[in-house]
């Protein structure tokens, strides 16, 4: 038995909810399609949207590839440290998006939960593979501690996505409606 044999539920569980959470962001995307879009939308939708669908396809995937009868930990461990690595440059290129895009001016929760975090739980998924060479499992909680990071992280983009475009005044319409 590996070390990964302790967190099947683990990955099932987180693995299930990603899967299910990206069904519901396609849903949502689509009841909000017939919505008048605005100047820069495509550019914000790249910026804030997609980090979401990344991260939970971060998440399915890992717990996927978690799930496996691995016969060691360092095949997985490379492949959770490549998606680290991976995410820690996407994590840059969200900066890079969410600087351009002129739909929308980010507040410190946007930064916190687009960039900061989802930097976090990468680095943390990058450094925890690494630790495997010496500390297995401190290394497999650093890496369902990133996982569940990303899963909570897109959860909230998602919830603040869909206020967002409930909130957000129709071009055209004839008053703003406020979150309360």
Known sequence: MTALAGW????????????????????????????????????????????????FTTVLGLSGILSAPWEGIGAPALVW????????????????RMRAQTAYKPEFEDWLFHVLLPLAAYATLAASAYATLSHVREALFGAGAAVLVLLFVGIHNAWDAVTYHVFKPKPGGSGQRKAS
């Open 81 to 96: 440290g490549l998606a680290g690595l991976t995410g820690v440059v996407y994590a840059l290129i969200v900066i890079r």
């Open 8 to 55: 099947q539920n683990f990955y099932v569980i987180v693995g299930s909810s990603a899967g299910a959470l990206i069904g519901l962001q396609f849903v949502v995307l689509s009841l909000i399609s017939g919505r008048p879009a605005g100047g820069n939308d495509a550019a914000a939708g790249r910026a804030f949207a997609t980090p979401t669908i990344v991260h």
